[in-house]
C-alpha cells in the first residue's frame, strides 16, 4: 500500500459521532453533546455556535442531520482559520501537521520553538499542534493573547493519522453546509431567524480573569446578559453553557431573572482539571435553555438525557 493509498483508506474510514474531533482540548462538550442535543427541535434550519472551540455541538448535530446549515464563529480568528483548513484543505493540514509531529523526536525544544512561532505567526497548523501536545490539552494564554501551556512530558500528542482522519471526516461533513465567522458572538448570530437555534458555549465567568487565563480572550458578564436580552426580543431560541460547580467550588452567579431561559443542572462527570490536580471532584455545568424550548425542569432532563431520535 502506498502513502496515498494510505491516506485515502484512512480518509474515508467511517467514525463513530463522538469521534469525529479535529481539535482536542480540555474545554470540548464532546462527551455533553448528545444531552445538549437532546434539547432540540425537529427542525432547524440553521445552527449557530459562535463561541465555536471544537464546535463539539456541531459535529454532533451534523452527524445527526438535526440542522440543515451551520454557522461556526469564534472571536479567536486563528481558531477559524484552522476551521478554514479542516473543511476546505484536509490533505494540506494533514501533511503539514505530520511534518511537525515528526519534528519533535528530532529537536529537545521543539515544542517551545513552534509555541514561539505561533505566538509570532498565528499559524493554525502551529495551534493544533500546540493544541494537542500540551498538557491535558488544556489551553493557557498571557494577557497578551500568548500561548503559554507547556508540553506534556507524558506523551507525544495526537498522531498524523488521526488528525488526517477526522479532518477528511469532518470536511465530508460539513462542507458546502458551513459558514465561517471570525468576530463578536452578536455579529455571528445577527442573522439567526426565530426558527433557527442559537447553541453558547462562551468563556465561563469564573476562569476568564486572573493568572490562569484559559481563553485568548474574555467575556464580561453584562456584554453576554445583553445578548441575551437581544435574542429573547428577537425570538430567537438559544442553549448557553455557562459556569456551574466543581466539588464545593462555584463557578460564577446564576444569570438574572430578566434572560427568559429555564435554568438547568448537568451533571458533567469527573473534573478534568480536579484530575491535573490529583482529586475527583465531580462538574455540575449550568445550562440555560430558552424557554421557547420547553425544555422543563431539571430531573426530567436528567432522566431522559438522549432522545431516541438521535440513535433511530
Known amino acids: 500500500m502506498t502513502v496515498d493509498d494510505f491516506k485515502y483508506h484512512i480518509a474515508t474510514m467511517t467514525l463513530s459521532p463522538l469521534s469525529i474531533q479535529p481539535i482536542p482540548y480540555q474545554g470540548s462538550k464532546r462527551a455533553l453533546a448528545p444531552r445538549i442535543c437532546s434539547l432540540f427541535p425537529d427542525s432547524v434550519p440553521t445552527l449557530y455556535e459562535p463561541f465555536a472551540g471544537s464546535a463539539a455541538v456541531t459535529l454532533f448535530a451534523a452527524t445527526h442531520d438535526l440542522a440543515d446549515r451551520f454557522v461556526i464563529g469564534d472571536s479567536y480568528t486563528p481558531l477559524i482559520d484552522l476551521w478554514a483548513l479542516i473543511i476546505d484543505t484536509p490533505g494540506e493540514l494533514s501533511d503539514r501537521y505530520a511534518a511537525l509531529w515528526h519534528g519533535q523526536f528530532e529537536n529537545p525544544s521543539h515544542f517551545n520553538d513552534v509555541r514561539a512561532e505561533f505566538n509570532e505567526s498565528s499559524d493554525p497548523v502551529l495551534l493544533l499542534y500546540l493544541v494537542a501536545r500540551c498538557v491535558k490539552n488544556a489551553v493557557r494564554f498571557n494577557r497578551r493573547g500568548h500561548f503559554t501551556q507547556s508540553a506534556d512530558k507524558r506523551r507525544t500528542g495526537m498522531k498524523p493519522d488521526r488528525v488526517t482522519r477526522t479532518a477528511h471526516a469532518v470536511s465530508r461533513l460539513l462542507k458546502g453546509r458551513v459558514s465561517l465567522f471570525r468576530g463578536d458572538f452578536r455579529d455571528c448570530v445577527q442573522n439567526a431567524a426565530a426558527s433557527d437555534l442559537i447553541y453558547m458555549d462562551p468563556p465561563y465567568q469564573g476562569t ?95 432522566s431522559r438525557p438522549v432522545q431516541d431520535r438521535l440513535f433511530a
Not at 438559544?238 to 434572560?259: F, H, N, R, W
Open 208 to 302: 476568564t480573569y486572573g493568572t490562569d487565563k484559559r481563553y485568548a480572550a474574555g467575556l464580561e458578564r453584562e456584554r453576554l446578559i445583553d445578548g441575551l436580552h437581544n435574542f429573547d426580543a428577537r425570538g430567537v431560541p438559544y442553549i448557553l453553557s455557562y459556569d456551574g460547580q466543581m466539588g464545593e467550588k462555584i463557578y460564577g452567579e446564576p444569570l438574572p431573572d430578566t434572560v427568559d431561559a429555564d435554568h438547568l443542572a448537568l451533571h458533567a462527570g469527573r473534573s478534568s482539571q480536579a484530575t491535573i490536580n490529583g482529586r475527583s471532584d465531580e462538574t455540575i455545568e449550568s445550562l440555560y435553555v430558552s424557554r421557547s424550548l420547553n425544555a422543563g425542569t431539571a430531573d426530567i432532563y436528567k
